[in-house]
């Protein structure tokens, strides 16, 4: 499989598998979280070759962003990284709120500098819209930081197709990420082709769906985290689920791989898909799931792997 590729018309060209870093400091989203793991997920990924970390303010309200310069400062790994991170999440007397004023935006991406302990950004995006900012002058906002050099490339998150379009009246968008998995669809109606047709890199979030294209849980599973509210783990769906996740599973055994691997090589097997970024609890998860760029799919396998999730 190809290892790299440019992200949207950028010249920022990443290795195919990214690393998901929302378990790296994001304790307000998983419990248990450990800082001295959360950093040895970020060593094991430089360690591995990964060139592209994904983050935001929302992981930890900061703290993912603080363990990932961290780590990034004492290898001293900066000049040959992608990193990304997103903002909008505003805490107002302990609650959470959205913002996507040029204000806030400029103020946030002063502060993920610092966090992250370098001059520039790679890429950024704008995490949810906050319902009131006209989606046009979101993308202003961060083309005036881009052409200020704080950011390198502009990317929008968690947008609707209309909100999508709106974003980039003036073609700025060069990113796009939303939750896309064997077992969430939705995008493929509007929002992949639109990317695929303007030239936007498409990163899909959640593409393990969360563990379950691991092919890991039985029906006993029990969650305690972000998963518990998450429909595609309860009741008759849940079930239905594992069936069709079992059916992978012997894709799997055929061809010699992991399950997690045909999944995320599927994902890669999509248009406007250049990158995708899994993310890990464990080191040895983040491990595993490199050797996702040692399969190939045919056309004729992705369709069939397709078809069992129609
Ligand atoms: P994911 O990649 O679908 O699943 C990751 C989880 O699956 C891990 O935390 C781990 O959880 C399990 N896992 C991963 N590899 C495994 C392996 N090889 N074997 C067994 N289990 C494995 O979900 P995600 O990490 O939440 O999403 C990916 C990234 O997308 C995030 O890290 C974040 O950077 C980004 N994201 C963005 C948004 C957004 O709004 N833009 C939203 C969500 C996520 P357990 O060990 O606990 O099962």
Request: glycine fraction near 8%; proline fraction near 3%; include cysteine.
């Amino acid at each position: 499989m190809e290892q790299t590729r440019a992200l949207g018309r950028t010249n920022l060209r990443v290795k195919r598998i990214g690393f998901g870093a929302n378990a790296v400091g994001g304790h307000n989203l998983f419990p248990n979280l450990n800082d001295e793991t959360g950093k040895d997920l970020v060593r094991t990924a430089l360690d591995g070759g990964v060139n592209f970390i994904d983050t935001a303010f929302i992981y930890g309200l900061g703290r993912s962003e603080e363990l990932i310069g961290e780590v990034v400062q004492e290898r001293g790994a900066r000049d040959r990284l992608v990193i990304a991170s997103k903002g909008a999440h505003k805490e107002v007397n302990g609650q959470i709120e959205l913002d996507n004023s040029r204000e806030f935006l400029r103020g946030e991406v002063e502060k993920s500098l610092k966090r992250l302990k370098t001059d520039v950004i790679d890429l950024y995006y704008v995490h949810f819209p906050d319902g009131k900012t006209p989606m046009s002058e979101v993308a202003g906002t961060l083309k005036e930081l881009k052409d200020e050099g704080k950011i390198k490339a502009i990317g929008a998150s968690n947008l609707d197709f209309q909100q999508l379009q709106e974003f980039n009246a003036d073609g700025y968008l060069e990113v796009f990420q939303s939750e896309y998995s064997l077992i969430q669809r939705d995008a493929e109606k509007e929002l992949l082709p639109y990317c695929e047709k303007n030239g936007i890199s498409f990163i899909p979030y959640f593409p393990l769906a969360s563990g379950l294209l691991t092919g890991k849980f039985t029906k006993d599973a029990a969650f305690d985290d972000i998963r518990k509210d998450n429909p595609q783990f309860q009741g008759e769906t849940f079930l239905q689920n594992l069936e069709k996740v079992d059916k992978l599973k012997a894709v799997a055994e055929e061809k010699g791989t992991q399950t997690a691997h045909i999944a995320l090589a599927w994902l890669l097997s999509r248009p406007a898909v250049d990158a995708i970024i899994p993310g890990a609890k464990r080191p040895d998860q983040l491990k595993n799931n490199l050797q996702t760029l040692d399969v190939q799919l045919t056309e004729d396998e992705a369709q069939y792997i397709s078809d069992i999730f129609k």
